[in-house]
């Protein structure tokens, strides 16, 4: 069965400061769609990104970048230069088949000033 | 623009009382899903639909009904709510097509069960 692991609970950093997401999945399948939901203490879900299983180049948005790796199972997530504002709750979700979602368990992320 | 709305914003219930979470989208999107949030859990698949009359089970199924009579709307009700069932409801949908497209979410509707 497919599963999420966000095995960060809670990061606290520094405002500045980089820091990392981990994500890490279980599929059988060898096509997979992985996403990263950003929600903030609004309560919203907001997309962040999406990653086919075929398409491993990185990518990089701003101070955003995703590192998806095939061989260890993960879709990193990393926020350089953070700010305030991108303190909330981070999810990564894995899609197959279907159009279901399976989420991990979610990251708190706060930045503080 | 309104994308997808829930309603209503906020419920509480008492044990044995029955309710249906509303969710309506207007973009045409033929995949709907409802999704519960308690914390620590993430996000789990309650009920989802892949388009009008077509309605299947996710992880989570067991307390809650839904059906899908037209495309715009697909409703979640609980027949005899449980405090177990005290929970953030969110709703989501998405094009049909690529299996990439990503869902989009209503603002959700918070539960409790008393």
């Known amino acids: 069965a497919q599963k999420v692991t966000q095995a960060q609970t809670e990061i606290s950093v520094v405002e500045k400061e980089d820091v990392t997401l981990d994500c890490v999945y279980e599929t059988r399948d060898t096509t997979y769609y992985l996403f990263w939901y950003k929600q903030p203490p609004s309560g919203e879900l907001v997309f962040l990104i999406r990653r086919n299983s075929f398409d491993e180049q990185n990518e990089i948005s701003g101070r955003y970048s995703w590192n998806f790796q095939k061989s260890t199972s993960s879709f990193n997530f990393t926020i350089t230069a953070s700010q305030v504002v991108d303190s909330a709750v981070y999810f990564c979700?894995?899609?197959?088949?279907?159009?279901?979602?399976?989420f991990g368990q979610g990251t708190r992320l706060t930045i503080n000033p | 623009n309104a994308g997808v709305t829930q309603t209503p914003k906020f419920q509480v219930l008492k044990t044995g009382q029955s309710m249906t979470l509303q969710c309506a989208q207007d973009m045409n999107h033929e995949y709907m899903s409802w999704y519960r949030q308690d914390p620590g859990m993430g996000l789990r698949l309650i009920h989802y639909?892949?388009?009008?009359?077509?309605?299947d089970q996710g992880e989570v199924p067991n307390g809650y009904n839904v059906s899908r009579s037209t495309t715009e709307d697909f409703p979640l009700r609980l027949l005899s709510a449980a405090p177990s069932q005290t929970s953030v409801y969110f709703c989501?949908?998405?094009?049909?097509?690529?299996?990439?497209?990503?869902?989009?979410f209503g603002d959700g509707t918070r539960l409790s069960i008393l």
């Open positions: 989501a949908s998405s094009r049909a097509g690529p299996r990439n497209q990503p869902q989009h």
């Open positions: 979700a894995l899609r197959e088949g279907a159009q279901k979602l399976v």
């Open positions: 639909s892949v388009g009008a009359g077509i309605t």
